[in-house]
């Protein structure tokens, strides 16, 4: 019987919000100043939860060990930061998922790799900032996901212990990083999941979900199978 959950924690691209839009517009920008031509919306919306350098490197075919990397991956990060919200929402079922965890008062909180200065704003202009016990970015501690620390981190600050914590992501890494903590892991296939590039079910997730509704499921009911 799986233990009493008294801690949630979320990654925030692809599982809190759906960032996709956003991020997509600003690199297509980018591309359209170099002279290259736009990419499709759905093309890239499947790589955003691996952060700027995947963006970049499928826009720009650059990797972080190329001389323009940098400058490009600061120009990104800098018309993001100016266009964060415009088309950014919550994923259908999370604000429900949350005011399910607050009614019952279990403490929940956001550890992504997002950097601080795009994480809080974001999370203030989705007005839910306010609301979450805990908010760990990609540059809050020296080590980031898949590395545990961060959810060991987080789970201290929400005040549970890790076997009473369930981390939901929408990554491997995310996966490898919750385990490692001692924390369950649920996969969020609603998110930046792409079945040609990768195999969820191969992650050994201790539950799958496929809307944000059904975490509450998987919290307080029966569990979830893996995808078929």
């Known amino acids: ?14 599982t809190l919000a759906d960032t996709a839009g956003d991020m997509a517009s600003v690199l297509n920008a980018m591309l359209v100043e170099h002279g290259k031509p736009p990419l499709a919306a759905a093309d890239l919306r499947n790589h955003v939860s691996q952060g700027s350098a995947a963006l970049l490197h499928l826009g720009f075919g650059v990797t972080v060990h190329d001389d323009e990397f940098t400058t490009l991956r600061d120009d990104f990060l800098n018309r993001y930061r100016d266009n964060l919200c415009n088309a950014t929402v919550l994923f259908h079922g999370v604000t429900k998922v949350l005011d399910a965890l607050d009614a019952k008062k279990i403490p929940w909180g956001i550890v992504t790799n997002k950097p601080a200065f795009l994480t809080k704003p974001l999370l203030a202009a989705l007005q839910i900032k306010h609301r979450s016990a805990c908010i760990i ?26 076997g009473e914590a369930v981390y939901v992501g929408d990554a491997h890494g995310d996966v490898k990083a919750a385990h490692a903590a001692g924390v369950r892991a ?16 191969e992650w050994c997730a201790d539950g799958y979900v496929r809307a944000p509704g059904e975490l509450l499921e998987f919290l307080f009911g029966n569990s979830t199978r893996p995808p078929a």
């Open 137 to 162: 970015s990609g540059d809050t501690f020296a080590e980031r996901k898949p590395h545990p620390l961060p959810i060991q981190k987080a789970c201290t600050a929400i005040g549970c212990a890790p």
């Open 1 to 14: 019987m799986m233990p009493e959950v008294k801690g949630v924690l979320f990654d925030l691209d692809g």
């Open 186 to 201: 649920v996969v969020a296939l609603y998110g930046y999941i792409d079945g040609k590039l990768h195999k969820p079910e």
